[in-house]
């Protein structure tokens, strides 16, 4: 089956760059969202198709995912960016999603 | 707006079973599938299953086939999810998510979750 590899944790300065690595074989032939989950809460979805932000989801977060691995970068920062990170992709031969193990940003 | 509102904790000895519900409001109901998703305590994100609310076909992760039953009631917008002969290992928060389609020229059609629920913790005990 299908699996998705993601760093363990990123840690990363205050106003500096985090990037977040999402692996799988052939992954710039899927269509790769990602969700962020703070603890005690549900996770949220803050990029989709690869590059997309919902509503309500800063610039400062962006998806690209032009080879492998895709990537998720958080740019300036924040205290408030400090949660897991969850990659995840559909897999059309089994109709089931496959999500990443998950990645904790750290704010130093 | 979209919300999906799930059923508060649940304690269960093993062995038992537990129902779910996830009430849904904002939108069409029968136009989005629902999934379940499970994170046990300091673990990542397991998918559980799907449900198509038009129809009630249901789809399960192998690892959960004969112990999980999805069901809906359309008249409420609510669809549940069942989890049978429960053991420690279950001890978990479940999700409901609300599965957006899209469609990517290189793999075809595939589904992201824009709206989740705010989890349902259920704890297992022996």
């Known amino acids: 089956s299908y699996v998705l590899t993601q760093p363990p944790s990123v840690s990363v300065a205050p106003g500096q760059t985090a990037t977040i690595t999402c692996g799988g074989d052939n992954i710039g032939s899927k269509s790769v969202h990602w969700y962020q989950q703070k603890p005690g809460q549900a996770p949220v979805l803050v990029v989709y198709d690869d590059n997309e932000r919902p509503s309500g989801i800063p610039e400062r977060m962006s998806g690209s995912n032009t080879g492998n691995p895709a990537t998720l970068t958080i740019s300036r920062v924040e205290a408030g960016d400090e949660a897991d990170y969850y990659c995840q992709v559909w897999d059309s031969d089994i109709h089931h999603p496959v999500l990443g193990h998950g990645t904790e940003v750290i704010v130093l | 707006q979209v919300q999906l509102v799930q059923s508060g904790a649940e304690v269960k000895k093993s062995g038992a079973s537990v129902k779910v519900s996830c009430k849904t409001s904002?939108?069409?109901?029968?136009?989005?599938?629902i999934h379940w998703l499970r994170q046990a305590p300091g673990q990542g994100l397991e998918w559980v299953g799907s449900?198509?609310?038009?129809?009630?076909?249901?789809n399960y992760a192998q690892r959960f086939y004969g112990r999980v039953d999805m069901t809906r009631d359309t008249s409420i917008s609510t669809v549940y999810m069942e989890l049978l002969s429960l053991n420690s290992n279950d001890t978990a928060v479940f999700y409901c998510?609300?599965?957006?389609?899209?469609?990517?020229?290189?793999?075809?059609?595939?589904?992201?979750?824009?709206?989740w629920g705010q989890g349902t913790l259920l704890t297992v005990s022996s």
């Open positions: 998510a609300r599965a957006m389609s899209y469609y990517y020229h290189s793999s075809g059609r595939g589904y992201y979750f824009d709206y």
């Open positions: 904002g939108y069409a109901f029968i136009g989005f599938y």
């Open positions: 449900l198509d609310p038009n129809t009630g076909t249901t």
